[in-house]
């Protein structure tokens, strides 16, 4: 773990500094607060008002429009990709207890756009996995009625699995490696066992899945089939 940022005039500067455009200068100087940034990580214009650590591996990939404030651990696999306008946050109230207030994000994985990820806990997402679409939630913290408190808990979407637009993701709540969860479905905190496809509200097990999707050797879809069929390599 590397030093956080202290100070009034450090954090200012250290907001000054993500809203810079990407480039070679601005890794070297997020170096010097402290993170760790390959030289081939990409990281645009952001409004960060606080991150306490950052780990981008190599050609880590941060587009611009991001708004990232308290989370405590930010760390990017190689070539994982955060797209544009996502909300990404932390209570730091629950980061007395240590690994709260992480997203850790593994070689490859995706998140695509306008999406809201609350890291109050810790979020774990893949390698090769993505929250695709838009305006998914995941949300770690949560209401205890019996408390009355609020807690937060892990959240873990395995290794090349796929959660589509308008998803919940709630407190507690794993989705299995090599697992798809369906457009608008709400997944929970529950026992889960069998990778395939999980629908609903809350989301249940329906079928197996399997394909070459789920054991690409790189992380984003670029290619396009056509409605006769037609594999159009490279089309995004």
């Given at each position: 773990?590397?030093r956080?940022?202290?100070?009034?005039?450090?954090?200012?500067?250290?907001?000054?500094?993500?809203?810079?455009?990407?480039?070679?200068?601005?890794?070297?100087?997020?170096?010097?607060?402290?993170?760790?940034?390959?030289?081939?990580?990409s990281?645009g214009?952001?409004?960060?008002p606080?991150?306490?650590?950052l780990h981008?591996?190599?050609?880590?990939?941060?587009?611009?429009g991001?708004?990232?404030?308290?989370?405590?651990?930010?760390?990017?696999?190689?070539?994982?990709?955060?797209?544009?306008?996502?909300?990404l946050?932390?209570?730091?109230a629950f980061?007395?207890e240590?690994?709260?207030?992480?997203?850790?994000?593994?070689?490859?994985?995706l998140?695509?756009?306008?999406?809201?990820?609350?890291?109050?806990?810790?979020?774990?997402?893949?390698?090769?996995?993505?929250?695709?679409?838009?305006?998914t939630?995941?949300?770690s913290?949560e209401?205890?009625?019996?408390?009355?408190?609020?807690?937060?808990?892990?959240?873990?979407?395995?290794?090349?699995s796929?959660?589509g637009?308008?998803?919940t993701?709630?407190?507690?709540?794993?989705l299995?490696?090599r697992?798809a969860?369906?457009?608008g479905?709400?997944?929970r905190?529950a026992?889960?066992?069998?990778?395939?496809?999980?629908?609903?509200?809350?989301?249940?097990?329906k079928?197996l899945?399997?394909?070459a999707?789920?054991?690409r050797?790189?992380?984003?879809?670029?290619?396009?089939?056509?409605?006769?069929?037609?594999?159009?390599?490279?089309?995004?």
């Amino acid at each position: 773990m590397t030093r956080p940022v202290r100070g009034p005039l450090a954090r200012r500067l250290h907001t000054l500094v993500w809203l810079l455009p990407a480039s070679p200068m601005k890794n070297r100087l997020l170096r010097r607060f402290g993170h760790v940034v390959a030289r081939s990580a990409s990281l645009g214009s952001c409004l960060v008002p606080s991150l306490v650590h950052l780990h981008a591996g190599e050609r880590a990939f941060v587009a611009s429009g991001n708004f990232i404030r308290g989370v405590a651990e930010l760390v990017l696999g190689d070539d994982a990709i955060i797209g544009p306008w996502n909300i990404l946050t932390a209570h730091p109230a629950f980061q007395h207890e240590g690994e709260n207030g992480v997203l850790w994000m593994g070689a490859h994985a995706l998140i695509t756009s306008r999406h809201s990820i609350d890291c109050s806990g810790t979020v774990v997402l893949g390698a090769f996995s993505s929250i695709a679409g838009h305006d998914t939630q995941v949300l770690s913290h949560e209401l205890d009625f019996d408390g009355p408190a609020q807690t937060c808990a892990h959240i873990e979407i395995g290794d090349h699995s796929f959660v589509g637009t308008r998803c919940t993701v709630l407190s507690g709540a794993r989705l299995p490696d090599r697992s798809a969860l369906a457009a608008g479905s709400v997944l929970r905190r529950a026992p889960v066992e069998h990778a395939g496809l999980y629908t609903g509200s809350p989301a249940r097990h329906k079928q197996l899945l399997d394909g070459a999707w789920f054991h690409r050797p790189v992380g984003p879809t670029r290619s396009l089939r056509d409605h006769a069929g037609v594999l159009l390599p490279g089309a995004f």
